[in-house]
C-alpha cells in the first residue's frame, strides 16, 4: 500500500507560499474529530490561516495539522485530520490546490501517541470502556 500524496502536496504549497510571501490558507471540513473553534465554522467548514505569522508552530504530518492559534483574544489547540483538507492556498493570489475529502477513520489512527491530539479530544478507538 502507498502512502497518500496529499500531506507531501501540503507541505510543499506551504513552503511555496511561505518562500514567496504569501499567505497560506487551508479550507478544512469539519467533523466531531477535528477540533477547531466551533463559532467560526460554516457549513462544516473552517478557513484557517496558517501562515507564520498567525501559526508560528504549525505542523503538517502525515496524518495531522496541528497548530496553537488565537480567534477572538483567546488561544486555542487545533487538530484537523490531514484528510479533512479541502484545499490550500495563497490570500494574496487565491493559488493553490483543492482536495477530495477523506473522512479519518479511527481504525486507521497511527500508535504514535504524539501524532494524535491530546487524550479526551482523540477520537474513539475500540477497545475497553471505563463505566462508572
Keep these: ?3 497518500s500524496t496529499k500531506p507531501y502536496l501540503l507541505r510543499a504549497l506551504y513552503e511555496w507560499c511561505v518562500d514567496n510571501s504569501q499567505t497560506p490558507h487551508i479550507v478544512a471540513w469539519v467533523n466531531e474529530h477535528t477540533r ?5 465554522v460554516r457549513d462544516n467548514e ?3 490561516n496558517i501562515g507564520p505569522a498567525a501559526s508560528p508552530n504549525v505542523s503538517i504530518d502525515d496524518e495531522w495539522i496541528h497548530f496553537s492559534a488565537r480567534f477572538g483574544g483567546v488561544a486555542h ?3 484537523i485530520p490531514v484528510g479533512h483538507v479541502v484545499s490550500i492556498f495563497a490570500r494574496e493570489s487565491g493559488e493553490g490546490m483543492g482536495f477530495e475529502v477523506e473522512p479519518w477513520q479511527p481504525e486507521s489512527a ?8 491530546p487524550d479526551g479530544d482523540t477520537p474513539k478507538k475500540k477497545g475497553l470502556k471505563l463505566v462508572k
Design 1 to 3: 500500500m502507498t502512502t
Design 46 to 48: 473552517i478557513v484557517l
Design 36 to 40: 477547531v473553534p466551533m463559532q467560526y
Design 77 to 79: 489547540e487545533i487538530w
Design 110 to 117: 497511527p500508535t504514535n501517541k504524539s501524532d494524535t491530539p
